[in-house]
């Protein structure tokens, strides 16, 4: 990659009917600061025009191998790249990419690229699921391309199913993790969890915490990128939930978290309890509304304490991962978490960061060690990530 200048991203358009949210991708793109040249084959020039990227872009777009600008487009653009984004990918893009035909622009530079691609493949459910396009999705994974799964709903064509084109906020999450991470964690399996649990005192009211979920959400979003299988349990969040998750389950309380992560826990590679689970529940709960008037008071009780019991049972191999939100003695209350908790790593951060989109974490292992980093939770996720791969 360019180390002076922002990264150089190709986006290259296929002839698919999601090519008009390639305009969105490319709008986003340059408000991120990145460098984009756009590739139309004919294809897509029957839904979108070259003027919608030339002009959100305020660079240059390319349709064909005969350019009078330039003799050999298909090299010069290729060895430009940092990172060529096929978005939307049709399943005869990707066919021709595994059979190495070079007929046209975009068929012709990926041949001549060096580099992984992003594939963004977006197509009629059957045409996805057709055993010939999986095998070629396979093979451009064995060659080391990277492809964001589409998303699962109603089709353009009237079907339903897998084939949807992704949220373009998800395509530039994988932009940014394909450029500065790769895929190294393809065969792990990773369980995080997320979120403000929310302890009953009658069917209207519960206690819970300030936690939006962001920062595990992040996790769990950068693991998948990553190429692990990753299990998600969640409380309350204030985030979508990505949709390239091997299974997301819901557990509001502390019980329900208790039962969902337990169950699972067993078989997983790294445990990341990210979740901000209630220290205490009500004694009794309400089956009825309490009507207002008077005094009420609450008998409460401690909670399971989920991140003790992992600790205790954790396989041989297993790295389990906890947090620590505190307001005061934050290192040193980590430290005894750590410690306590049969922890292999734990990410300390001050309540006043509870809900940001940024955060200050303290990364603490057994070693003593205590790295400071400051950021986005997204670039905190891969951070933690590095972090945990080299424990």
């Known amino acids: 990659m360019n180390s002076n200048e922002s990264p150089n991203i190709l986006l290259c358009v296929t002839g698919g009917i999601a090519a008009y949210k390639a305009i969105e991708l490319a ?92 594939w963004v493949p977006a197509m009629n459910v059957h045409m996805f699921e057709n055993p010939i396009t999986q095998r070629n999705l396979t093979l451009l994974r064995d060659m ?38 790769g895929q190294d964690l393809i ?26 979920g962001k920062m595990g959400i992040a996790l769990a979003r950068a693991m998948a990128l990553r190429g692990a299988s990753v299990s998600l349990v969640y409380a309350n969040i204030s985030v979508e939930l990505p949709y390239l998750l091997q299974q997301s389950i819901q ?21 990341v309890k990210c979740a901000a689970v209630s220290d205490f529940q009500p004694g009794q709960s309400s089956s009825s509304k309490i009507k207002k008037g008077g005094s009420l008071h609450l008998d409460l009780v401690p909670t399971r304490d989920i991140l003790a019991e992992l600790g205790a049972h954790k396989k041989q191999g297993q790295k389990l991962i906890g947090f620590a939100a505190e307001t005061d003695d934050l290192i040193a209350n980590a430290q005894t978490k750590l410690k306590a908790k049969n922890l292999d790593m734990i990410i ?19 070693d003593q060690d205590i790295e400071s980093i400051e950021g986005n939770k997204t670039d905190l996720a891969h951070s933690i990530i590095d972090r945990i791969a080299k424990l």
């Open 251 to 271: 557990a509001l309380s502390v019980d329900a978290m208790y039962e969902a992560v337990m169950k699972i826990a067993p078989g997983m590679d790294w445990i």
């Open 187 to 212: 065969g792990k399996k990773v369980l995080v969890t997320a979120g403000a649990t929310a302890e009953a005192i009658d069917p209207m009211r519960v206690i819970s915490n300030r936690s939006s």
């Open 27 to 118: 709008s986003m793109l340059y408000k991120s600061g990145f460098t984009i040249r756009t590739v139309l084959t004919p294809s897509a020039k029957r839904f979108v025009s070259s003027i919608n990227f030339a002009a959100i872009t305020h660079n240059s777009v390319h349709e064909s191998l005969w350019e009078d600008s330039d003799p050999i487009p298909h090299i010069n653009l290729a060895d430009w790249a940092d990172l060529i984004v096929v978005a939307p990918a049709t399943a005869n893009s990707i066919a021709k990419a595994v059979q190495g035909l070079a007929d046209d622009l975009l068929s012709s530079l990926l041949l001549a690229h060096q580099k992984p691609v992003l």
């Open 144 to 181: 080391g391309h990277y492809i964001l799964s589409p998303a699962s709903g109603m089709l353009a064509c009237g079907y339903e199913g897998k084939g949807k084109y992704p949220p373009n906020t998800e395509v530039m999450q994988a932009i940014s993790c394909y450029l500065h991470c």
């Open 348 to 366: 300390a951060n001050h309540l006043d960061n509870a809900a940001s989109d940024r955060n200050h974490i303290h990364i603490i292992s057994h």
